[in-house]
């Protein structure tokens, strides 16, 4: 299973999660928010075979950017993992965004030079994030969590970027409607834990399994099946980065 977009470092007991995660065979891609954040965690995750730290730069740290943009260039060459970085136009992200522009125009432009496994943040944002990312030439991106217009859904295809789909999405009506929107070799699984909640829980690696349960409904094809696709859906992103050797 895959997990590509996890913040282990928001849990409790981030060891504990990672440890459960890695003995069930989960894949995942730990991301952080800020550089600072990861240079922390290289350490704690670096035991853990199925675990990758990603480099952060969050449009919701905007306050803190202008420290953080140096140590995110500083460790870039570091991992090839990045992630989370974006943008959020929406009401809570509004006030900061020309910072977030100048941060993610110099992720998109590191991105241009060094390929990585990305994985973006886009609310409210999403036709600005997909023309900064074009104009850097910036492919196979992974537009986690999208929840922006159907029909920028087709022009982030077109320019070879990937989504990934959360348990929360299976559960609302527009969440559906993506998905449906999506084919399947452009889908990969994350949770977004533990923000995301399933039964008042928070979600944790292992939840990706609703997921795949409800593509192989929607894909008419066995979860197994269903989790194979994503694996394999990554494994050819990675190889088209030139990235395979990261896993």
Known sequence: MLDSHCHLDRYPDPQSVATK???EGVFVVAVTNLPTHFEIGVPHVAKFSRVRLAL???????DFHRTERPHFERLFGKTS???????DFSREGKATAAIQMQSFRIVAKLL?????FVTLHSRGAEHDTIAVLREFGVSRAVFHWYSGPLNLIDDALADGHYFSVNPAMTKSAKGRKIIAR???ERLLTETDGPYVKIGGSPAEPGSVAVVQQFLSS?????????GRIV???FRRLLTDAGLLRSI
Do not use: C
């Open 182 to 184: 999506l084919p399947r």
């Open 231 to 233: 694996w394999e859906n």
């Open 56 to 62: 952060g730069l969050h449009p919701l740290a905007a």
């Open 218 to 226: 929607a894909w008419n094809v066995t979860s197994i099946k269903a």
């Open 112 to 116: 241009s030079t060094q390929p990585k």
């Open 21 to 23: 995660a890695n003995d």
């Open 81 to 87: 993992f990045v992630g989370e970085v974006g943008l």
